[in-house]
């Protein structure tokens, strides 16, 4: 059984309050926010807490989309500062600046032991259009890095654009996939990957990517992360926030049962959360 979450981006343009209120009445037992989303919200920390309280989910992940090399910087100190008094269980960390791949596993590692002193776990994500563009690059620097807390974030959208197979997740511990996005992918990719992973993600089993061959084979393997359904998609942004929840928690949940990650009911799934 695995808990499903509703990332950040999903709902990226939904305040925080509707965020919450409409994650829940999709069914998602957590969240994800960018450190934007809790610094805008201008809501106090107490109020966050009943909020989430009030609606039973909580903040399972926060985006980190700088240069976590050159060490920590105030928006990490924000995001470790709510993970103290929320509670988050883990960071999304890709890396765009152009560092050598060997220079990048003692920063690596240096977050993991920042993120720990507040019982944080990192998922290095890995992505076509990024610094490190391969599950094989990502898995070189948690290897090396080797932190209790330090993973990877499989995002499949970036597994099929990437060209990632089944075999490249042999050997590979389960424990080591801090969290898995789903999604689905456009039948061609297209000429800028970019522009396509930010606005035309399709929603899971409404494209073509083989979805229950990477699931499947994380199944086998043992995974047990959450799985948050993580769509860029301009087409989803222009249906109200509770109806695009909706379609994401349902087209989400089928497409787990269909790989076999099944629960009871999916909503209990948010005491596995807690």
């Known amino acids: 059984m695995t808990t499903l979450n509703c990332?950040?981006?999903?709902?990226?343009?939904?305040d925080l309050r509707t965020r919450v209120s409409a994650a829940a009445g999709a069914g998602f037992a957590g969240i994800g926010l960018r450190a934007s989303d809790y610094l805008e919200a201008g809501i106090p920390d107490r109020e966050i807490r009943e909020l989430l309280d009030r609606h039973g989910v909580r903040v399972l992940e926060m985006e980190h989309n700088w240069d976590w090399a050159l060490g920590e910087?105030?928006?990490?100190?924000?995001?470790?500062?709510?993970?103290?008094?929320?509670?988050?269980?883990?960071?999304?960390?890709?890396?765009?600046?152009?560092?050598?791949?060997?220079?990048?596993?003692?920063?690596?590692?240096?977050?993991?032991?920042?993120?720990?002193e507040h019982g944080v776990l990192v998922g290095f994500e890995f992505m076509p259009y990024s610094r490190i563009r391969t599950i094989g690059e990502v898995r070189e620097v948690v290897a090396a890095a080797d932190r209790?807390?330090?993973?990877?974030?499989l995002d499949l959208w970036h597994w099929f654009r990437s060209g990632a197979r089944p075999g490249d997740l042999a050997g590979l511990p389960a424990s080591a996939i801090t969290t898995v996005q789903l999604c689905d992918v456009l039948a061609e990719p297209e000429p800028?990957?970019?522009?396509e992973g930010r606005?035309?993600?399709?929603?899971?089993?409404?494209?073509?990517?083989?979805?229950?061959t990477a699931l499947n084979s994380l199944r086998d393997n043992g995974m047990t992360a959450p799985v948050s359904v993580e769509l860029f998609s301009d087409e989803l942004d222009a249906q109200p926030p509770a109806e695009a929840a909706r379609l994401a928690f349902d087209a989400g949940v089928k497409t787990l049962e269909r790989a076999g990650f099944t629960a009871p009911d999916w909503t209990t799934t948010r005491e596995q959360a807690r």
């Open 73 to 116: 910087d105030p928006v990490e100190k924000t995001i470790f500062g709510f993970a103290d008094q929320i509670g988050i269980r883990h960071l999304n960390v890709p890396m765009f600046a152009e560092h050598p791949l060997s220079g990048l596993v003692d920063p690596f590692g240096a977050l993991c032991d920042r993120a720990a």
């Open 148 to 153: 209790p807390n330090g993973g990877i974030t």
């Open 7 to 14: 990332s950040a981006s999903t709902l990226r343009f939904a």
């Open 192 to 195: 800028d990957l970019t522009e």
């Open 199 to 212: 606005h035309r993600r399709q929603l899971p089993g409404h494209g073509t990517g083989d979805l229950m």
